[in-house]
Nanobody, 127 residues
Framework: QVQLVESGGGLVQAGGSLRLSCTAS????????MGWFRQAPGKEREFVAGIGWIGIGGTYYADSVKGRFTISRDDAKNTLALQMNSLKPEDTAVYYC???????????????????WGQGTQVTVSS
């Protein structure tokens, strides 16, 4: 089973950018659909962005981040990235990297379809 570790969170002013990374170990990540979720204080965890495994591809975004965030993967390096631009205070949350079971081809935006989770990285956007 793959293990996931996020990095790249921090404090940024509104309008700024951050790039989150997620490194997978234990198994090659190319057979897993992967995604980013976030959880703000007092709120439920929500889908941010997802990307299909190498055999399917495709990228998916929550409406709240579409046009501002970009998800990408480098399977040669077993990494997943989330480039976040034009950040807003409402983007403040703990961001989690997650992976589905291998060869998953269903809905990527549903949290229950993700089987492996990282520990999370804090993103704080000041106004």
């Amino acid at each position: 089973q793959v293990q996931l570790v996020e990095s790249g969170g921090g404090l940024v002013q509104a309008g700024g950018s951050l790039r989150l990374s997620c490194t997978a170990s234990g198994r090659t990540s190319r057979t897993y659909a992967m995604g980013w979720f976030r959880q703000a204080p007092g709120k439920e965890r929500e889908f941010v962005a997802g990307i299909g495994w190498i055999g399917i591809g495709g990228t998916y975004y929550a409406d709240s981040v579409k046009g501002r965030f970009t998800i990408s993967r480098d399977d040669a390096k077993n990494t997943l990235a989330l480039q976040m631009n034009s950040l807003k205070p409402e983007d403040t949350a703990v961001y989690y990297c997650a992976a589905t079971a291998p060869y998953y081809s269903g809905t990527i935006s549903s949290m229950e379809n993700f089987k492996v989770w990282g520990q999370g990285t804090q993103v704080t956007v000041s106004s």
